[in-house]
């Protein structure tokens, strides 16, 4: 099976997640656990408190019992996997760890949340972790989520906590508000199943929300050498019939693609990881010419290709492209 580290970090900060209680943190702060930039050490640093780390830290415990940390995803979904990082805790990291989760409708407070009301179920039993590493779990199937508690025993330093699974969109409220939907972005249960390259960006960029920050934050593939094309595939959050697309490369200013074009089939159940085979691929956008640094909106340019469940974007030869949107009514 794919590493489940593939599929979208739920807790995300950029997603919306947060610490949003933790029973201490002495040394360092809760909401270092949520940071999308990768921890870092500073030799040499120190606060009021003690040693400046890039994680959440507690104090020594003296007494019984464990500390504990209440994240809320930014997107509520289907926990398939954990990774706990204990990166630069050598010496202070916790000796094992465990998670619970829930799904708490509203916004419910910490109170709420670490009060006799919430019904928290076990993830992840009580784990032994390794210090200075990412220590990675798969986790029990469990209900959409919206909550996580991370448990570490007694006590110590977390640098960051990621937690991988499938989004659970609340599709009646998105049927409500009407009009189009984004059925490629990641709130809505988007994923990047496949690409040919991502040498210099991941695939998952693609379908973050906003426009790209800068080049780092879209899908980009190294030069290519030899024929062939690079592509990437989107199992949309839902099936749909795709009426407006938008292909936008932002930032890519010399390494944007020449041309695109996009294609979609129906096929449930099916991973569709490679660009050829079987499939009964139909041509959503014919091969269409790229600007640099442009957000490109596709109407009147798609053929009607039917109901969809994947998506596959062509691009040629190689380059960047920062987003792909895939609008749909319900």
């Known amino acids: 099976m794919e590493d489940f580290r593939t599929l979208v970090d739920l807790a995300s900060e950029r997603l919306g997640g947060s610490v949003i209680a933790a029973n201490d943190e002495f040394f360092a702060a809760k909401e270092n656990l949520v940071r999308d930039a990768s921890p870092v050490f500073r030799e040499g640093e120190y606060t009021e408190r003690g040693k400046w780390m890039d994680g959440w830290e507690t104090r020594r415990r003296r007494e019984p019992g464990h500390d504990w940390a209440v994240v809320r995803l930014g997107l509520p979904g289907h926990l ?11 010496g202070n990291f916790p000796e094992s760890c465990s998670i619970e989760a829930c799904e708490a409708l509203g916004h419910p407070d910490a109170a709420q949340l670490t009060g006799p009301g919430t019904s928290w179920t076990e993830v992840l039993p009580r784990t032994p972790l390794q210090g200075d590493c990412e220590n990675a779990f798969a986790v029990r199937p469990v209900h959409r989520s919206t909550h996580l508690r991370l448990n570490i025993f007694p006590d110590g330093g977390v640098a960051r906590l990621r937690t991988f699974g499938l989004v659970a969109p609340d599709w009646e409220r998105l049927a409500r508000a009407g009009g189009l939907v984004d059925l490629a972005a990641v709130e809505n249960g988007g994923l990047v199943v496949a690409a040919s390259d991502m040498f210099f960006g991941s695939r998952q960029n693609l379908i973050l929300p906003g426009r790209g920050r800068d080049m780092s934050d879209g899908w ?8 062939g094309n690079d592509w990437a595939i989107v199992r949309l959050g839902r099936e749909g019939a795709i009426r407006s697309v938008e292909v936008d490369t932002l930032h890519y200013k010399g390494n944007a693609p020449g041309s695109c074009s996009i294609e979609a089939i129906r096929a449930e159940g099916e991973r569709l990881e490679a660009p050829g085979g079987s499939a009964a691929w139909r041509e959503l956008l014919p091969r269409s010419p790229l600007q ?39």
């Open 292 to 330: 640099p640094n442009t957000l490109h909106r596709f109407e009147e340019e798609l053929a009607d290709a039917g109901v969809a469940t994947h998506v596959r974007l062509s691009i040629f030869p190689d380059g960047g492209v920062s987003r792909l949107r895939l609008f749909s009514r319900l």
């Open 80 to 90: 398939e996997g954990v990774v706990v990082d204990t990166a630069h805790f050598k």
């Open 220 to 227: 980009e593939t190294r030069r290519r050498r030899g024929p």
